[in-house]
């Protein structure tokens, strides 16, 4: 069955602290992996989008990379500004042309100043 | 210039009742998705259109009626509501299979 995990399910970093959030899933043949940022009350907020192993993307403090089985977020010097869910997604095996993700069930960080 | 955006933002409302979610998209995009996200946080995709026709109906009651007047709205209607049924439901919107983009959730709940 397609599954993807995020780990850990919450962080706690202090202002500075670098660390990585980590996103590992079992669709095989992967067409993509979405990076995706929630603040409270709010909808997720697209971040990255990776394609194949090896590939990263950047923006201002964040990194994604993207291995075989798995993809991390590392996030350099965060400030508080960073706190909020980070979500990672995956397109179901078989799903075609249809869009139909799997989400993982986030990683809650919060940086304190 | 919201992107996508719901209506309303919350809505609350007494077991048995019938209800509606609108949902609109500015980004041009064909396809259009609603999801549920429970008190856990986890998000999954109950239906998705692409260019006004069901592509994506996932184990969802046949209380939940999606319609897509026109490639730009994706309404969502439900019957019957049950207490089960409080959440908070995203629209969103992508170009094929594009990264897609959420609007800001309604948050129902039923009483």
């Known amino acids: 069955e397609d599954q993807v995990t995020q780990s850990p399910e919450a962080l706690r970093l202090q202002e500075g602290e670098s660390s990585s959030l980590n996103c590992s899933y079992t669709?095989?043949?992967?067409?993509?992996l979405f990076w995706y940022r929630q603040d409270p009350g709010k909808g997720p907020e697209f971040l990255f989008t990776l394609y194949s192993a090896g590939e990263e993307k950047e923006k201002e403090r964040l990194k994604a990379t993207l291995t075989k089985k798995e993809s991390f977020l590392h996030i350099t010097a965060p400030k508080p500004e960073d706190s909020a869910t980070y979500l990672c997604a995956v397109p179901r095996r078989g799903s075609g042309n249809t869009g139909k993700l799997i989400f993982g069930q986030g990683t809650t960080l919060q940086v304190k100043p | 210039d919201t992107a996508v955006s719901q209506t309303p933002k919350y809505l609350v409302t007494q077991m048995g009742n019938d209800k509606s979610i609108k949902c609109e998209q500015n980004l041009g995009h064909d396809t259009m998705y609603w999801y549920k996200q429970d008190s856990k946080k986890f998000l999954k995709i109950m239906f998705s259109?692409?260019?006004?026709?069901?592509?994506i109906n996932e184990t969802v009651p046949n209380r939940f009626s999606p319609k897509s007047p026109d490639k730009a709205h994706l309404n969502l209607h439900i019957n019957s509501l049950e207490l089960g049924d409080s959440a908070v439901y995203f629209c969103?919107?992508?170009?094929?299979?594009?990264?897609?983009?959420f609007g800001p959730g309604t948050r129902l709940t039923v009483l």
């Open positions: 969103a919107s992508s170009q094929g299979v594009d990264e897609q983009f």
């Open positions: 669709v095989s043949g992967l067409r993509g």
């Open positions: 259109y692409n260019n006004k026709e069901l592509i």
